[in-house]
């Protein structure tokens, strides 16, 4: 298996514009999560899925933020508009589940917006 | 706000010496893991001790667990310049109904001079 795959691995945007990210998890992962990675913050769990299922978005900060998950294979989390705060690294993250086992990460997505 | 602390926050040994990163957590888990991050990359795991374990080993890894200090240390023996990272422990507050959900700290970034 390739791992966690993310997609862009950077994006440059300004400010307004729509943002999206992407990440197909490990086949057969029944968990995916999203986190935020910044040097004032550290890493913020944003959202997490349960067989497609959105569980707990309390980390996701604003209305601007929302994540999806269509399906098994595939997750978006879209920020509109963005903002210069927004800017930080993007990681996916999926894990076998249930509770107690590790989690695999993808490569993360650096955001930057200007 | 974050469940873990790590201790220090940077720590820089030579090769071969004993490298010793200490994390405390706030509420009760059912676990706790320890994930390495390379600059630039995703973080990947290393090793997941239970709340009702006290110690356990990997290779060259060796963490503790007190639940009642409500403290972890990750000890890596006889380290290497490629060991050079940073550290993050990560408290598992999951159900069994709802899955993982990992809280980090904000690591300890670890320099291993050879």
């Known amino acids: 298996d390739a791992g966690v795959i993310q997609s862009p691995r950077h994006e440059v945007t300004e400010m307004g514009q729509e943002v999206t990210l992407r990440c197909k998890p490990i086949s057969g992962h029944d968990y995916l999560f999203w986190y935020r990675q910044t040097m004032m913050r550290g890493l913020e769990l944003l959202i997490y899925?349960?067989?497609?299922?959105?569980?707990?978005d309390s980390g996701m900060p604003e209305d601007r933020f929302s994540a999806k998950m269509p399906n098994a294979s595939f997750s978006t989390l879209k920020i509109q508009p963005s903002e210069p705060r927004d800017s930080a690294v993007y990681f996916c993250a999926s894990s076998l589940g249930p509770w107690g086992t590790e989690a695999f990460f993808g490569q993360g997505t650096r955001l930057t917006v200007v | 706000s974050q469940q873990g602390e790590e201790d220090p926050q940077a720590l820089s040994i030579q090769e071969g010496e004993n490298a010793t990163m200490n994390c405390s957590y706030k509420?009760?888990?059912?676990?706790l893991q320890w994930y390495r991050q390379n600059s630039g990359r995703g973080l990947v795991h290393l090793i997941l001790i239970r709340s009702n374990e006290r110690e356990k080993h990997s290779g060259r890894l060796r963490v503790t667990l007190d639940t009642s200090k409500k403290s972890s240390s990750l000890l890596i023996t006889a380290s290497r310049a490629a060991d050079t990272a940073s550290y993050f422990c990560?408290?598992?507050?999951?159900?069994?109904?709802?899955?993982?959900?990992?809280?980090f700290g904000e690591g300890t970034q670890l320099t291993v001079n050879p």
């Open positions: 899925f349960n067989n497609n299922v959105p569980i707990d």
């Open positions: 509420t009760s888990i059912n676990n």
């Open positions: 990560a408290t598992d507050t999951g159900r069994e109904t709802s899955g993982s959900r990992l809280t």
